[in-house]
Nanobody, 126 residues
Framework: QVQLVQSGGGLVQAGGSLRLACSTS????????MGWFRQPPGKEREFVAA????????KTADSVKGRFTISKDNDNRAIYLQMNSLKPEDTAVYYC???????????????????WGQGTQVTVSL
């Protein structure tokens, strides 16, 4: 069982920045993809960004493109989400996730993300 541990998040004013981190202590960890999702208040969870774990490739949702950047550190089994120019509509609980089931060439948003972090609140005020 893979445990994903998140850190970061919090309260920030509009236009500010935050960085989220997600890692696992599982030394034999491997995945097809890892990503970030978010669930705004009263809404369904949505895809934010993802990166292929053992290959090159990433994808970012149109709503955050140019403001959010996903990165990975395979050696430390971690991913990060750098969030700049934050807007009030970015307010949500953010979750990291790992997809350990293929196919390996599935589009990043379409993987079956079967492991999830505990979630972290990001609140952007005016």
């Amino acid at each position: 069982q893979v445990q994903l541990v998140q850190s970061g998040g919090g309260l920030v004013q509009a236009g500010g920045s935050l960085r989220l981190a997600c890692s696992t202590s599982e030394r034999t960890f491997s995945a097809y993809a890892m990503g970030w999702f978010r669930q705004p208040p009263g809404k369904e969870r949505e895809f934010v960004a993802a990166v292929r774990w053992n290959r090159v490739g990433s994808k970012t949702a149109d709503s955050v493109k140019g403001r959010f950047t996903i990165s990975k550190d395979n050696d430390n089994r971690a991913i990060y989400l750098q969030m700049n120019s934050l807007k009030p509509e970015d307010t949500a609980v953010y979750y990291c996730a790992a997809a350990t089931k293929g196919p390996w060439n599935a589009p990043l948003p379409d993987f079956e993300y079967n492991y999830w972090g505990q979630g972290t609140q990001v609140t952007v005020s005016l």
